[in-house]
């Protein structure tokens, strides 16, 4: 079992940073790929960003391309996700997620095992 706990939600302004980690712990070789989800009221939870441990391969949807950046810290067995210039449609609560294999369709949430509690996201005009 791996269990996640993000941190670092909150309510920025339209074009302000916020930076969210999640702490991993129990078995961490079920960690290898993480990845950041979201889910805004009404809608579809959609893949953010992931990392693979192994080469520390990122991925990243079109809608955070350049403005958001996913890093780990294997030591810490921490993930970051870096939110930079942020926009209204960023508003959601955001998901720390592990377990999917090799990072395969990293974008899809029913392949990843283990999931966070959430933490809020707001940001304001």
């Known amino acids: 079992q791996v269990q996640l706990v993000e941190s670092g939600g909150g309510s920025v302004e339209a074009g302000g940073s916020l930076r969210l980690s999640c702490a991993a712990s129990g078995y961490t070789a079920g960690t290898y790929c993480m990845a950041w989800f979201r889910q805004a009221p009404g809608k579809e939870r959609e893949g953010v960003a992931a990392i693979y441990i192994g080469g520390g391969i990122t991925y990243y949807a079109d809608s955070v391309k350049g403005r958001f950046t996913i890093s780990r810290d294997n030591a810490k067995n921490t993930l970051y996700l870096q939110m930079n210039s942020l926009k209204l449609e960023d508003t959601a609560m955001y998901y720390c997620?592990?377990?999917?294999?090799?990072?395969?369709?990293?974008?899809?949430?029913?392949?990843?095992?283990?999931w966070g509690q959430g933490t809020r996201v707001t940001v304001s005009s």
């Open positions: 997620a592990a377990g999917c294999p090799y990072c395969i369709d990293w974008y899809r949430a029913p392949n990843f095992r283990y």
